[in-house]
């Protein structure tokens, strides 16, 4: 069967990306907001539709969560040089037979192959794939793999871009875990790194998509999948840093985590 399936993380912009242009004074006009170079297209080899439709709805929670734009395609046959454009392929060793060589550019395009047979999976190193799983993969473990595939479909992240100098500084929405207000501009925290640009909070919070991000308070705005417990008063995130939490946020935040883990109990 073959078909194409449209990936957005929802709430973002597709392909042109929501700016505005800002000039001060003499200076040189320069994009302000969210950027995407173009969908990353995925390409699905399996014959089994309980895996195509399983990493159907993984990419799509993936997406959701790292704010990259997919264009997934899935077909029963082994690929083909109609792939030649795609920037990842996910090739089930289990249902789809070889058909002669898989001709793959390393330096364009990702491939992953999934297998329970070791035989299999040995035989696709030729082919020099970025990464292997097993049937029974989760969203972590397609996370990691994705993570080995990154070059290849890095074009579809959806990004910062703030005036920097005399060109734009984009910054991977993917990679933030929090935005916090400082005057007239913000910090976001990468985890290890944070970055200093010249946005106000709620300019902000209208280009950011929802979810994966919320309003926490008057000063910051956090990605849900960073969080980690919640209590009347503050935000944990993973790694044991804690945000405060406005009151009026409460409801809101409260809310939309329930919805990002599925309607599990945050508070």
Known sequence: MNGVLRLKASGGPALSGNCRRERRGNAEEKVLGLVCVG???VVICTASEALAERLRSLLLRWSNCECVVLSVEQTDRFPSPETADAHLVVLDMDTVEPAGSLQLSRGTLGLIVISKDAGRAIYSYRWHPAAFLKPGFDLRRLSGALAACERYWACGRQCVASPYRRRPFLLPLGRIRYAEAS???CLFNQGKREVKLRF????L????PRPP???CHRSYIVHLDAVESLSYTAVTLRGGTVLPLGRTYIGPLRASLQAWRGGESVL
């Open 39 to 41: 969908a990353a297209r």
């Open 183 to 185: 005057a007239h501009y």
């Open 200 to 203: 106000s909070i709620n300019e």
């Open 205 to 208: 919070e209208a280009l950011l």
């Open 213 to 215: 991000f919320a309003r």
